[in-house]
RNA sequence: GGGCAUGUGGCGGAAUUGGUAUACGCGUACGUCUCAGAAGCGUAUCCCGUAAGGGUUGGGAGUUCGAGUCUCCCCAUGCCCACCA
């Protein structure tokens, strides 16, 4: 190894350190803020190499971004709360306190060998008091205004980790975090009302420059869709039918009207149904199912409510009622019209149960069920009508309202573990809510409960110390809540607690946050697309809304990051035995090339997958120490012309591709300036100093060792970044094509004319080739690219 | 099933608003240095062709002086959502 990174590595951390050379003053008012912000990570352990991807390449564009004269916001901290962390202490048999802050020092550490330039005095963690006390506050804030609301649901519930889950944390029917199936469960719990923001949350995406997939994933996640919600009464009953269907046209084929099991009317009819025993044989069996058995299962199935008879609105016929679970007691009224005809599920179920199936809207050549647009059929007076034309007339016959549906849910907060913010409510001895006042925050998690669940009642209920305070300062008979906190609440506003991590009077620095937030850019992976994303700037809407901050969306830019998988081009996981563990390989060949393979390997502003590689980290350690034999070279030598455009065009592109997230080409670029610089006859310092600072973002600690050895003062993250030379007189390469083909190229003059490049080019022996004695007829030039004779 | 994205050498990838396709690197081959190996250094490396030249960005069509880039159809892959009425 030709040098010694370690002693070089610790040796530029301990001098960063001594300058505090990262230490942000963010009420310097002289330099442009630039707020860039990583997810912060989960304390689970060791660091990975999704970490290290994480990290130091978003880390290149903090020090770049210093270099070029920015005062930079690079804070770091810890999502330090939740499932994850507590499973894995109870596993061992140890305190989730004890293990999550274990985890926390060894991270620590990690992060700091990386080279990673964070301003740790703004470190913040989820789970101290003096955090959650404002995640506390801001909750009560919400509780105040409505925002948050207690109510019974049918809510999602992991029996592995007995606890319920929001909507976003249940994917493919399972728990996001172990992946056990999820079963529903009626449940009273807090809710946070994003569905209030759903409109509001859909509209500022069209103000973003995000990259349109990571907008339509939270699009579709929302779910819009517009329609009308028509009531069918009950023949012989006060009771109605309410239904939402994006489809009015089809009125006059519904033949049937179908209840969720979940509805509430079905328990209301069920004591007057002729077939009682059979309804309640089959919601027992629906209750049983999980969801994904719900979804998958071939046939739809269902059972009629005999001697219940709907009326439709529309033309008054009696059509009977069923109850089906392919019918979501979540979604919209919990019931739909069925039409057979023009419904895939409908048609389904009206096959299996032998109901009528009754075409209204027609298109030659397509079969049933026919979902398309077409001519109306069937359909009293509007037969021979448009569908789409008259959806609207037929919808205001039947009485219908218009509607818009969401997708999304409430946000389901309430979760029935230990290692949690607690939720800052107590109950009055009738059971009422009130909010704990704020001379009480941070209301603490108490440490005598048994943490590990149980499935019957909270943790919290366990302990006595959380009961006797709420005796002690409500009094008797008041009770407190015992469900913590779903941790997405406590990171869906860390971003704002940076500004001021050590303020005990508020949750942020409003004077700070109107200068610095939104965050400019913000780097993390596409799993929290429809999750932390989302969430954050719901919370940000509803801050806005309580005049807290001045803007209403926390992230100007977001990108979602690539995924490293193992060198077999699989997913890493321990079973398949692929992990890379980054610290045998920092260990062996530096930190330094480690960052600059991770930058080098792919694009950073679009989530790809890279496959790791060794020989593509040997390569990046040979080339750093290409650089590290080069500065032996130093004399005092001129620039020349070569070089100083050399290093220009390597300024230029690491300055623009780094504002794309593109280090791969700023690597790129470096690669060709060192190329260039070996093949010079005599290498300057001069040259070598700008080199170093052009290298300071991608290999820190070499950068910083070499500049000193460079016989410079101070730190090259500090020094000031080179000016590209212009060169007015510089001769570009003009391509010169006939009719589309290259047939060779010219070096002239930026400023050359037209005319004298068309002449020069009508001399190339090529050219005169193709043209074949023709002239052109037209010619094309695009200054300093392309002249294109076309005859 | 729906939505979105992506298809460029043996591999990762490059190609500002349409303007030299294959930058940079890996791998490979040969050479050099060496007692030998490693490292280093040098040369070559999309395809056909001795060459001149011609062809090539998943396939097909189109727009254009000019298309990897724009439009349409098809094929493949990846991600997200998924009984959402």
Not at 323 to 330: F, I, R, T, W
Request: glycine fraction near 6%; aromatic fraction near 10%.
């Amino acid at each position: 190894m030709a040098y010694d990174h370690k002693a070089i590595e610790k040796k530029a951390q301990q001098k960063w350190e001594e300058q505090a050379l990262y230490t942000t003053d963010l009420t310097d008012t002289e330099r442009d803020p630039y707020y860039l912000l990583c997810e912060f990570p989960y304390p689970s352990g060791d660091l990975h190499i999704g970490h290290w991807y994480a990290f130091s390449v978003t880390d290149i564009y903090a020090r770049l971004l210093r270099l070029r004269g920015k005062n930079v916001l690079f804070p770091i901290g810890f999502d330090a709360f939740g499932l994850p962390a507590e499973n894995a202490a109870i596993k061992r048999d140890l305190d989730p306190k004890e293990w999550t802050y274990a985890n926390i020092d060894r991270m620590r550490g990690q992060l700091k060998s990386m080279g990673a330039s964070f301003d740790w005095s703004k470190e913040v963690i989820t789970c101290e008091p003096s955090y959650y006390q404002w995640t506390q506050w801001l909750f009560v804030k919400f509780f105040e205004h409505g925002l948050v609301e207690r109510r019974k649901a049918t809510v999602k519930w992991c029996p592995q980790d007995q606890t319920v889950l929001a909507n976003e944390q249940v994917s493919d029917g399972k728990c996001e975090r172990c992946g056990t199936e999820v079963v529903e469960k009626e449940l009273t719990q807090w809710f946070l009302k994003i569905t209030d923001y759903a409109e509001r949350l859909l509209d500022g995406l069209d103000k973003l420059p995000w990259r349109e997939e990571i907008k339509e994933a939270q699009r579709a996640w929302i779910g819009k869709s517009e329609g009308a919600a028509i009531e069918f009464p009950l023949a012989g009953r006060s009771e109605v039918i309410k239904v939402f269907t994006t489809r009015p046209d089809t009125l006059f084929g519904a033949t049937y009207v179908v209840l969720a099991p979940e509805h509430a009317l079905v328990r209301t009819l069920l004591s007057d149904v002729d077939n009682a025993a059979e309804v309640r044989t089959y919601l027992d069996k629906t209750a049983q199912k999980t969801e994904r058995e719900r979804s998958e299962q071939k046939d739809k199935t269902g059972v009629r409510l005999e001697g219940i008879v709907a009326e439709n609105p529309v033309n008054g016929e009696r059509i009977p009622v069923y109850v089906a679970d392919y019918v979501l007691g979540s979604y919209g009224t919990g019931a739909v019209m069925a039409v057979p005809a023009h419904d895939e599920r409908d048609f389904e179920f009206a096959h299996v149960h032998e109901l009528p199936v009754r075409e209204v809207v027609h298109r030659e050549g397509a079969s049933l069920p026919y979902t398309g647009p077409g001519t109306l059929v069937n359909s009293g007076d509007y037969a021979g009508a448009d569908s789409d034309v008259v959806a609207w007339d037929i919808a205001t016959i039947a009485g219908g309202v218009r509607t818009t549906q969401y997708r999304l849910r409430d946000w389901s907060i309430s979760r029935q573990r230990y290692w949690g913010c607690p939720i800052p409510i107590v109950y009055d001895p009738d059971g009422n809510a009130h909010a704990v006042p704020a001379e009480h925050l941070p209301w603490l998690l108490p440490e005598d409960a048994h943490y590990k669940p149980t499935g019957h009642a909270s943790p919290l209920a366990s302990s006595d110390e959380l009961r006797e305070r709420v005796t002690r300062i409500f009094g008797e008979g008041w009770t407190p809540e015992y469900d913590t906190l779903d941790t997405f609440v406590d990171s869906s506003w860390y971003f704002l607690r940076y500004l001021a991590p050590h303020d005990t009077h508020a949750f942020t620095d409003r004077a700070l946050s109107d200068r610095w937030f939104p965050v400019d850019r913000y780097s993390g992976g596409s799993e929290h697309t429809t999750m932390h994303v989302l969430y954050a700037r719901f919370f940000t809407k509803a801050l806005y809304d309580l005049a807290l901050v001045s803007v209403d969306e926390p992230f100007i830019e977001r990108f979602n990051r690539g995924l490293i998988l193992g060198p077999d081009g699989q997913k890493m996981s321990k079973s398949k035995g692929n992990v890379i563990n980054p610290d045998d390989f920092v260990d062996k060949f530096g930190a330094d090339a480690v960052r600059i393979y991770l930058a080098f390997i792919g694009p950073y502003n679009e989530p790809g997958s890279y496959p790791w590689n060794l020989d593509g980290v040997t390569s990046m350690r040979k080339f750093l120490e290409r650089i590290e034999r080069l500065t032996v070279r130093a004399d005092h030598a001129a620039l020349t012309p070569e070089l100083e455009k050399a290093l220009a065009q390597a300024n230029r592109k690491i300055v623009q591709d780094g504002d794309r997230f593109k280090f791969n080409t700023c690597v790129a670029a470096l690669m060709i300036l060192v190329n260039a610089l070996e093949d010079a006859p005599s290498v300057s310092r001069e040259a070598l100093k700008q080199l170093l600072v052009y290298l300071a973002p991608f290999a820190p600690h070499l950068a910083e060792h070499l500049w000193e050895a460079l016989g410079e003062e101070g730190s090259v993250h500090a020094a000031a970044w080179p000016v590209a030379a212009e060169h007015a007189e510089e001769t570009v390469a003009v391509v010169v094509q006939v009719n589309g083909k290259r047939r060779g190229s010219l070096e002239v003059k930026a400023d050359t004319s037209e005319q004298a490049v068309t002449a020069q080019a009508l001399e190339i022996e090529q050219v005169v080739t193709a043209l074949a004695g023709k002239k052109p007829t037209r010619i094309i030039y695009v200054a300093g690219k392309i002249i294109n004779l076309v005859a």
